[in-house]
């Protein structure tokens, strides 16, 4: 059955520091991988999505992420995250004509001013 | 319209009153998905409808709920006899693409607290 694990339920970094949100997914065939992101009180945002061909994909807000199929990973990234990123982060994986996303419990980010 | 509307934005019901969600997607988005998201958790799937096919109703958690859909347009969704395990975030997101390979838009979502 699919499945999308985010290991991580709350992370906290520094304004400025790197970022990583980690996500692994169980899916017998390529996946469709997406990150939304949701704000408190806001809807999910689509961050970036992956398809097919180059691994690295790029998003909105200097998100990029990379999709390892040898690790079923799809982690999330941000060289220098800034105050407004602070929001819950969900990973999840799309599978064709099953019309529906299988998501993670999410990552709720922190940063430190 | 823009984006994706949910009304009300919060409700607050009575154990065993039912209960409406309203969901009015982008126009032109011929898929339309009801989730829910309990306090914590990731997002559950209950609904999808697409134009005028029936819908995949394989989420349903149990027969209290229930949806429904005319054509491409406002979606509702039901909760008879609320429980309070139905407290939870109900959100709605439409997309232009069947299998939804372009990305969900969501909106807001309708905060439910059964009391």
């Known amino acids: 059955a699919q499945s999308v694990t985010q290991p991580d339920i709350h992370i906290t970094v520094s304004e400025g520091a790197s970022l990583e949100l980690r996500c692994n997914y169980s899916y017998g065939a390529t996946p469709y991988l997406f990150w939304y992101v949701q704000s408190p009180g806001q809807g999910l945002q689509l961050l970036l999505k992956y398809f097919s061909g180059d691994t690295l994909v790029q998003g909105i807000k200097g998100f990029e992420a990379e999709f390892k199929r040898s690790q079923s990973s799809f982690n999330l990234r941000k060289p220098s995250v800034h105050w407004s990123d602070a929001a819950e982060y969900f990973c999840a994986v799309g599978v064709y004509n099953f019309n529906k996303f299988y998501f993670g419990s999410g990552t709720k980010l922190n940063v430190k001013p | 319209g823009a984006g994706v509307s949910q009304s009300p934005s919060n409700k607050v019901t009575e154990k065993g009153k039912d209960v409406e969600l309203r969901c009015d997607p982008i126009?032109?988005?011929?898929?339309l998905y009801w989730y829910r998201q309990r306090l914590g958790q990731g997002l559950e799937f209950l609904i999808y409808f697409q134009g005028n096919s029936a819908p995949d109703k394989s989420g349903l958690p149990s027969d209290r709920f229930s949806a429904e859909r005319t054509g491409e347009s406002v979606s509702t969704l039901t909760i008879q006899r609320t429980q309070q395990e139905d407290s939870a975030v109900y959100l709605c997101?439409?997309?232009?693409?069947?299998?939804?390979?372009?990305?969900?838009?969501f909106g807001s979502g309708t905060r439910l607290t059964v009391v």
């Open positions: 126009s032109g988005h011929t898929a």
């Open positions: 997101a439409s997309s232009p693409d069947r299998g939804a390979l372009g990305g969900y838009t």
